[in-house]
């Protein structure tokens, strides 16, 4: 399995601010994803982490509004850019590993609240 | 695309009642994954299974996979207050990976004492 850190565990933010948010994981990975999830709710993901190359965003989510960026194979940052009261969710970075197979682990998350 | 349908969406029980979630897929899958997620906790794999028709079983958990490799099912036996929590299943897609994964809506599990 893999050690997954993320931070900000959570964040109170005001309207058209932005944060970015951290994931740090204790070995090299093949994949990391970026999940949302609003409260009560499923798994949705935003895109796919890229090292070294743009990030694949899934339909409905683009790069200007959660600009995202792997520079190595243990680290990735998500950022919710110009925020309003619908990015409110929990933001879940997670991993695969090679060992794994399709298998995730999710870090603790991000609870951000916009006010 | 492809949609994976989890019934029932919350379901109360007594504790030390069966309780059972089911996962419906809208095209056949290279395999299914489920997950638990604690009240304020994060998602933590609980099993994948890939070939048709598998069943396999952790402890009081017995988890299945379809002949037709479309559907699943998780059941609990004699429930207990550490099962408490939503219950997702995880689709994958034939010749995709981890970002083929589509979840289930989830199930949450109320068990009362």
């Known amino acids: 399995s893999a050690v997954i850190s993320q931070k900000p565990s959570r964040d109170i933010c005001q309207r058209g601010t932005s944060l970015t948010i951290q994931c740090q994981v204790d070995?090299?990975?093949?994949?990391m994803f970026w999940y949302r999830q609003q409260p009560g709710q499923s798994l949705t993901l935003i895109a796919t982490a890229n090292q070294g190359s743009e990030a694949t965003y899934e339909s409905g989510f683009v790069i200007d509004k959660f600009p995202i960026s792997r520079p190595n194979l243990t680290f990735s940052t998500l950022t919710v850019s110009n925020m309003s009261p619908e990015d409110s969710s929990i933001y879940l970075c997670?991993?695969?590993?090679?060992?794994?197979?399709?298998?995730?682990?999710f870090g603790s998350g991000t609870q951000l609240s916009v006010l | 695309g492809q949609q994976v349908m989890q019934i029932p969406q919350y379901q109360h029980v007594q504790e030390g009642e069966d309780f059972t979630t089911y996962c419906n897929s809208s095209?056949?899958?290279?395999?299914i994954q489920w997950y638990k997620q604690r009240p304020g906790g994060h998602p933590v794999f609980l099993i994948q299974l890939v070939k048709s028709g598998e069943v396999k079983k952790q402890k009081r958990l017995t988890f299945q996979f379809g002949e037709a490799k479309k559907n699943s099912s998780l059941h609990i036996t004699a429930t207990q207050t550490t099962d408490v929590g939503t219950y997702f299943c995880a689709g994958g897609s034939v010749g995709g990976g981890a970002d083929g994964l589509t979840f289930g809506k989830g199930t949450h599990l109320i068990i009362q004492p």
């Open positions: 997670s991993v695969e590993t090679r060992a794994t197979n399709e298998k995730l682990f």
């Open positions: 070995s090299q990975v093949t994949m």
């Open positions: 095209t056949t899958l290279s395999n």
